[in-house]
């Protein structure tokens, strides 16, 4: 008989030798840091991984906490300068040109946040998709919590759900509702080669602007 585990070290070791055993034939693989594991996996393994996760009796994560994408363009390049640069305000920033999008296999990513609270254990979940169809299957079935967190990705980075019980008028289930914003400002204003923030910023600006005139317009 295996004895229990009885330290948080001794848990986690549990825990990523039980991911490795079970998703190494779907395509998974489990990397730890600092204490936390990632187990990145194939796309079109989401769903099936992710029901897995939540009724195996040795994962049992029973909530989603967070559903976020990531644009991979242009990572690891600085976009602050450390020589010569003022130490206060923004004067460490570093212009640079808009980067070219590109058309990576590994451009985004969807990472999933999930917990056991049955078990008390954490696992991060990582998903690749590419530039050309940033596509992943919904998992609101799952954990029906994630319903905003997608739709947030979707409006950050034009993510795209398949499954998500988006407006009726698109039967193909893709296009999700845009989260409520402030009028003018972008969608898919997270991208690394959308607009940049103070760009954005004007746009907003400039929208709240032409509201006002066109409603003192209306009413003298």
């Known amino acids: 008989m295996?004895?229990?585990p009885s330290t948080p070290m001794e848990r986690l070791e549990q825990l990523e030798n039980g991911l490795r055993s079970a998703f190494a034939a779907l395509g998974g693989e489990v990397s730890r840091h600092r204490g936390e594991l990632t187990l990145t996996i194939p796309r079109e393994r989401v769903r099936e991984v992710m029901a897995r996760l939540r009724d195996g009796l040795a994962f049992r994560f029973d909530e989603c906490m967070d559903v976020c994408g990531v644009d991979y363009l242009a990572y690891g390049e600085s976009e602050w300068t450390t020589a010569g640069a003022s130490s206060s305000g923004f004067g460490r920033?570093?212009?640079r040109e808009r980067?070219?999008?590109?058309d990576g296999e590994r451009r985004f990513a969807v990472v999933y946040h999930l917990l056991s609270v049955a078990l008390n254990q954490r696992l991060r979940v990582k998903a690749f998709l590419d530039a050309a169809e940033p596509i992943v299957d919904s998992v609101i079935d799952i954990w029906r919590g994630v319903d905003w967190f997608e739709r947030e990705?979707?409006?950050m980075l034009g993510i795209l759900?398949?499954?998500h019980p988006g407006p009726a008028a698109?039967?193909?289930r893709?296009?999700?509702?845009?989260s409520p914003l402030p009028q003018g400002l972008p969608a898919q204003r997270a991208r690394r080669d959308a607009l940049r923030p103070r760009a954005a910023a004007r746009r907003v600006r400039a929208g709240h602007g032409r509201a006002a005139r066109a409603g003192a317009?209306?009413?003298p």
Not at 99 to 102: E, F
Not at 174 to 178: E, G, M, T, V
């Open 2 to 4: 295996t004895a229990k």
């Open 99 to 102: 980067p070219d999008a590109g």
């Open 170 to 172: 698109h039967p193909d």
């Open 174 to 178: 893709l296009r999700l509702r845009r």
């Open 217 to 219: 317009a209306r009413h």
């Open 93 to 95: 920033a570093a212009e």
């Open 153 to 155: 990705a979707f409006d």
């Open 161 to 163: 759900f398949a499954g």
